[in-house]
């Protein structure tokens, strides 16, 4: 059965509730979304990720230890998180367990463990991750691609924060961030599981009664720099971690978007047969894998793409990725390129729709993206009915993808 939209009226606010039927698996699975609640909200660098953190300490009453006894003893999953986007509670479980799960998430959300306690733990643990990034190289690399391409934006900024942000924020700045951003006016709950629209509402009702009311910023959107820049940082490393990206000027409800889905898979995000792991890997062995893909979001669309190689190969590593751009920018993809493409995705579709939690992430970013329910379906058809010259007419409408930007983290010369 398809997803459909409805909507639940709370307090006045009428909230979107779209609605996954799980007829196979006695499992229910819900989640709380929060729009323009994500990282690019923090008012602090790392603010929206470290609120989170603070919900995974439990309740007030019970402390995080207790709170999540009472989940695990009825095999009940209850989590949150963020993108860059959104703010995330997550409750999964049996469907027999879930009315218990709805009633401990509200427990949760009426009486959050913001104590000082809970506070210190997750400020000490977050500065652990903070530190520890530091050697991931991969880490450092795209974090400071994203520095440069959104330079002057939220986007600039780690999610996770950084070290002296985390040391400087307050309880009270993490009380207040919850307290304006989980609000009912940018709610979306994702609901599947075998339910009656009358339960729905119900268990909707319930789940979102204790949020309150409040004025909620729109959204925003955020280009990616067209000016051509470089950064390196220099590590002991064996290795060089290069990271690309540039502009890519698509909005997230635009239809179009399939066809640069099809052109960044021949050309980066297919794995073996793509041109950047051919030319990189197959053709000269310079990388174990080389992967580029265009991200396309409300807030923000960019193409970006890594790869690692040897110290002594980095330069010319950086060319052959430069030579690919401008070649397939300039020439486009050939007819064989297009009908590999055609065939994973129309072969891999039922891979993509296996589990509830596939089927209810499809259908949310359907509706939040703007692009319809039912979306997905419309977009096979796009692909198996498209042309090559069209396909390349929309790859020479975008000589944005190749004014790139690189991160390179290497090691010094001596």
Request: charge should be neutral.
């Amino acid at each position: 059965m398809a997803a459909t939209i409805m909507h639940v009226e709370v307090k006045g606010v009428k909230v979107p509730v779209v609605f996954e039927e799980e007829q196979r698996l006695p499992l229910a699975s819900m989640e709380l979304i929060f729009q323009n609640s994500g990282s690019l909200a923090d008012t602090t660098p790392g603010i929206a990720k470290f609120a989170s953190r603070m919900l995974g300490e439990g309740t007030r009453k019970e402390g995080a230890t207790a709170f999540a006894t009472s989940l695990e003893n009825r095999a009940i999953s209850l989590h949150a998180d963020t993108g860059r986007e959104t703010f995330v509670l997550s409750l999964e479980g049996l469907k027999s367990e879930f009315g218990f799960g709805v009633k401990r998430l509200t427990d949760l959300l009426r009486d959050p463990n913001l104590t000082p306690e809970a506070f210190e733990k997750v400020r000490t643990e977050t500065l652990g991750r903070i530190r520890q990034k530091k050697s991931d190289f991969d880490y450092v690399a795209a974090t400071r691609l994203r520095s440069i391409l959104f330079e002057g934006t939220p986007l600039e900024h780690p999610a996770l924060g950084t070290e002296e942000s985390i040391k400087a924020l307050g309880l009270e700045q993490v009380r207040e961030y919850l307290a304006t951003h989980l609000r009912l006016e940018n709610l979306i709950v994702v609901l599947g599981g075998k339910f009656s629209p009358q339960e729905v509402e119900k268990i909707v009702a319930q789940a979102a009664s204790v949020l309150e009311r409040g004025a909620v910023k729109p959204i925003a959107h955020f280009d990616a720099n067209a000016k051509e820049r470089r950064t390196t940082d220099y590590e002991e490393t064996d290795q060089a971690y290069i990271y690309f990206g540039s502009p890519y000027k698509m909005a997230a409800d635009d239809p179009r978007r399939v066809y640069g889905k099809v052109a960044a898979f021949i050309l980066g995000s297919g794995g073996f047969g793509s041109r950047l792991m051919e030319e990189i890997r197959v053709k000269r062995g310079l990388a174990y894998s080389a992967y580029g893909r265009l991200a396309v979001n409300r807030t923000h669309s960019y193409f970006s793409g890594y790869l690692q190689t040897k110290l002594e190969s980095s330069d010319e590593a950086q060319k052959v990725v430069a030579e690919v751009m401008e070649n397939f920018l300039k020439n486009g993809v050939t007819a064989e390129e297009l009908e590999g493409a055609k065939k994973f995705f129309l072969g891999s579709e039922p891979l993509r729709t296996e589990t509830l939690a596939q089927r209810m992430n499809r259908a949310f970013h359907e509706y939040y993206e703007g692009l319809g329910l039912g979306w997905s379906a419309k977009e096979l058809e796009m692909i198996r009915a498209m042309k090559l010259e069209d396909l390349n007419a929309f790859i020479h409408a975008h000589p944005e993808i190749g004014k790139l930007s690189w991160s390179i983290v290497t090691k010094k010369e001596p």
